[in-house]
């Protein structure tokens, strides 16, 4: 079990934090039942702790460790779905610190983070545990220094430290049981993965591979009759992507024999992206898919495009890829149109300065839009300084509060210095 952290600050400060935040709630208290989203923005103020979850509100927590991807959604009803626990441990010079600090391991920072959140639940479980694809930045990389499981010959690092952690429901990934469709299976980070998956099945746990098109799979659990507009859609997975009609889906790739070696896709064309709805509110996240084509070359290639189109217009999306030059292109930007990018950031080379270009571009949509970074390095915020300085937040914790309903929602950008979960910028509502 996970000992939460102490707060950092003296007991008088928290005594007025909490004073402050009883006369907002009062403020708004009259107009809580004609507008509810106005209370929930009003009660996360910044340079207080974040506000806890309540029934009926969507939370989407971009947690921020500088070393990988992970991403915590508590649904309406208090399920929990964790996409991703990445855990990078070269401190090489491209790589970033680990944040809050070097003291514990990234995936053990995750679970503690997704821990306090569970609370606001009263749960103490993580629902479901999604991998998007099979990379060190999304399931853990593997270090002869790392810890050895007490229930399997595997280290615990990523995904399997969170589960040593938290109880996991339902792991959830692109290749599960046999794995015969990873071709990077043998990489030392996917063995030891996959071990861990062969000792959860060992252990009763239930383990499932992800079906591209379903809106069933990832889906409430506590009371979904109270919240029929929420949904996961799994817009795409392993190269097939949804058609908008029913559960139906095409695949994209080739056959393999049909392929020269140079041309069989990497793991990250095989990501999973999904579409989460919640009343009139939108999002995606896509993992790694790509829309390179090689010039042109592999035009089949392109997953992160086709899934894009079919999802249509969101109000916040997730850059794939990290916001490398070989993702998020402008088809991708004009099909999803959203009011909110996210970068999910851990290397000195993320974003790149032609994804930026093309989020902030007036010509592939109008409008108003903020972009968010989880953890800009110094040295990429120098040279790409142009379009960097017009980021809204370039370090923390990045969450996206919806109001019940999903008629409006916010964004909260938290401390990732440490575990205060201090509250350092709100923007928002936005409808």
């Known amino acids: ?42 009660a996360d103020v910044e340079g207080m702790t974040l506000a806890p979850w309540r029934r009926g509100q969507l939370d989407i927590h971009h947690i921020s460790t500088g070393r990988g991807d992970s991403t915590l959604i508590v649904a309406p009803d208090g399920t929990t779905i964790m996409i991703d626990a990445g855990a990078i441990y070269a401190n090489s010079p491209f790589n970033l610190e680990l944040k809050p600090n070097e003291t514990r391991r990234p995936g053990e920072w995750i679970a503690r983070y997704a821990a306090r959140r569970l609370l606001d639940t009263g749960n103490s479980a993580l629902d479901y545990l999604v991998a998007t694809h099979i990379h060190p930045d999304h399931i853990g990389d593997v270090d002869p220094s790392l810890s050895k499981a007490s229930d ?33 299976r043998t990489a030392p980070f996917a063995q030891n993965y996959i071990r861990f998956v062969h000792a959860r099945l060992a ?26 507009t929420f949904a996961v859609r799994n817009i795409a997975v392993n190269g097939n992507v ?5 559960d139906e889906c095409r695949q994209l790739f ?5 392929l020269k070696a140079a041309d069989v896709p990497d793991e990250n064309a095989y990501s999973a992206a999904f579409r989460l709805t919640y009343g009139k509110f939108a999002y995606f996240a896509a993992g790694d898919l790509t829309s390179n084509t090689f010039d042109g070359e592999l035009p089949w290639r392109d997953v992160e495009s086709r899934a894009a189109q079919v999802a249509g217009p969101v109000d916040v999306a997730v850059a794939a890829h990290h916001g490398l030059f070989d993702s998020t292109g402008a088809d991708v930007v004009r099909a999803l149109r959203p009011r909110v ?21 007036q010509r592939l949509y109008p409008g108003q839009r903020d972009v968010f970074a989880t953890n800009l390095s110094p040295a990429n915020g120098l040279v790409n300084e142009r379009l ?21 929602y916010c964004v909260v950008v938290t401390d990732n210095s440490d575990e205060s979960d201090r509250v350092v910028r709100v923007l928002g509502p936005h409808k």
């Not at 949804?242 to 029913?246: E, K, L, M, S, V």
């Not at 080739?254 to 049909?258: E, I, K, L, Q």
Request: net charge positive; charged share 20%; aromatic share 6%.
């Open 388 to 408: 960097t300085k017009r980021l809204s937040s370039a370090s923390g914790h990045v969450v996206i509060r919806v109001s019940p309903g999903g008629a409006r």
């Open 1 to 42: 079990m996970i000992a939460l952290p102490r707060n950092q600050l003296s007991a008088a400060s928290w005594r007025r934090r909490a004073f402050l935040r009883g006369l907002l709630a009062a403020a708004f208290s009259g107009a809580a039942s004609a507008a509810p989203e106005t209370l929930e923005t009003a």
């Open 341 to 361: 990018w996210l970068i999910d950031v851990w290397h000195v080379s993320h974003p790149s300065i032609t994804t930026l270009e093309r989020l902030f571009s």
């Open 254 to 258: 080739p056959s393999g024999h049909a």
């Open 203 to 228: 252990a009763g746990g239930r383990v499932e591979r992800l079906r591209a098109g379903v809106n069933n799979q990832i889906r409430l659990l506590k009371d979904a009759n109270a919240f029929p």
């Open 242 to 246: 949804w058609t908008g009609r029913r």
């Open 152 to 184: 399997g010959d595997y280290q615990l690092t990523g995904v399997s430290e969170v589960a040593a952690q938290l109880p996991v429901g339902v792991l959830l990934d692109r290749g599960a049981p046999d794995y015969a469709n990873v071709d990077i």
